[in-house]
């Protein structure tokens, strides 16, 4: 079976592929992102640019091999909202979010065989109303300074939501497992 390598060192991404009990390695793909944002394209479009530049990235130095590549871009009027670094910047983040609706933009990129598929899952994200002390407890707990939106939905973050309407919940972790076992399976790996 070929080698399956996962184009991100994100221990959410990780994790998730995990869950398909198949074997596979992570390789940090080289893609510096601030460029391509710079470019004014649509987060819809930058969200699939990037996901198919890493995976792109990592080909190149495996041409044998599958591999995987994924982008989040949490969108709200317009504005991209990176990952926080600080907890001020994701209480800034937060009480913006708080009431309000946005988008969560995942794509997913798989290369095999030399042919590239891709895949771009819409999350409609609701976020509840929460005071200053609610979003400060949450950073503190979570520290979802490494998390674009500046919450992880895969811990105490979905919390802070009162809706979320999407296709596969999956995708707003990171990657849609339903489309990437589908994908996977067509191009010959075994799932289950």
């Known amino acids: 079976m070929k080698k ?4 991100s060192t994100s221990i959410y991404r990780k994790q998730q592929l995990e869950r398909l009990n198949i074997s596979f390695t992570t390789a940090s793909p080289d893609v510096n992102e601030e460029d391509l944002k ?17 995976t792109r990235n990592i080909s ?23 990952k926080p670094k600080t907890k001020e910047k994701g ?9 309000k609706e946005h988008k969560l933009i995942t794509s997913l990129a798989i290369s095999a065989n030399g042919q590239e598929h891709i ?9 509840r109303e929460l005071t200053d002390e609610q979003i400060l407890r949450y950073i503190e707990i979570d520290e979802p300074l490494h998390s674009c939106g500046s919450y992880r939905l895969d811990a105490l973050g979905i919390s802070l939501f009162e809706n979320i309407d999407c ?8 990657i849609p497992l339903m489309w990437t076992a589908k994908t996977l399976t067509e191009i010959g790996v075994s799932i289950p």
Do not use: C, P
Not at 60 to 82: K, P, Q, R
Not at 167 to 174: F, H, L, R, V
């Open 4 to 7: 399956i390598i996962l184009a």
């Open 119 to 127: 895949h771009t899952s819409i999350a409609n994200m609701k976020m």
């Open 38 to 54: 710079g470019k004014g394209l649509d987060h819809v479009q930058l969200s699939r640019e990037l996901s198919l530049l890493k």
């Open 167 to 174: 296709e596969d919940y999956t995708a707003i972790i990171g």
């Open 91 to 99: 209480f800034e983040q937060l009480k913006i979010l708080a009431g």
């Open 60 to 82: 190149t130095l495996y041409d044998e091999a599958i591999v995987i590549g994924g982008d989040t871009i949490a969108s709200f009027n317009e504005a991209i909202l990176s």
